[in-house]
Nanobody, 123 residues
């Protein structure tokens, strides 16, 4: 069992920034990691993923940065230039490392999830 606990969400005005953090109960070096988000009435979407390369969803490109710290077993997501469309619950996800191919920005690629942290951006 892998436990993931997100933190750092909150309320911010448009144009602001937040840093989300995900604490993992085991060695992150053994896992592929990602951030997803879900807004009310919308499907969960991939925001950013990191393994041997970094992938960003279209909404995150140029504004968000994913950072994995294997010494601290954490996964951070730096959010900047936020807009009200970024309002969502943000989730951290993990997948055990293997040679199997998968889409890093699909939510069904990941078996382990955190409980989420709310980000609210006001105009």
């Amino acid at each position: 069992q892998v436990d993931l606990v997100e933190s750092g969400g909150g309320s911010v005005q448009a144009g602001g920034a937040l840093r989300l953090s995900c604490k993992v109960s085991t060695y992150t070096a053994n896992y592929f990691m990602a951030w997803f988000r879900q807004s009310p009435g919308k499907e969960r979407e991939g925001v950013a993923a990191i393994n041997t390369v970094v992938r960003y969803g279209d909404a995150a490109k140029g504004r968000f940065t994913i950072v994995q710290d294997n010494a601290q077993n954490t996964l951070d997501l730096q959010l900047s230039r936020l807009t009200p469309e970024d309002t969502a619950i943000y989730y951290c996800a993990a997948r055990p490392r293997s040679r199997a191919s998968f889409d890093p920005l699909r939510d069904d690629s990941y078996p382990y999830w955190g409980q989420g942290t709310q980000v609210t951006v006001s105009s």
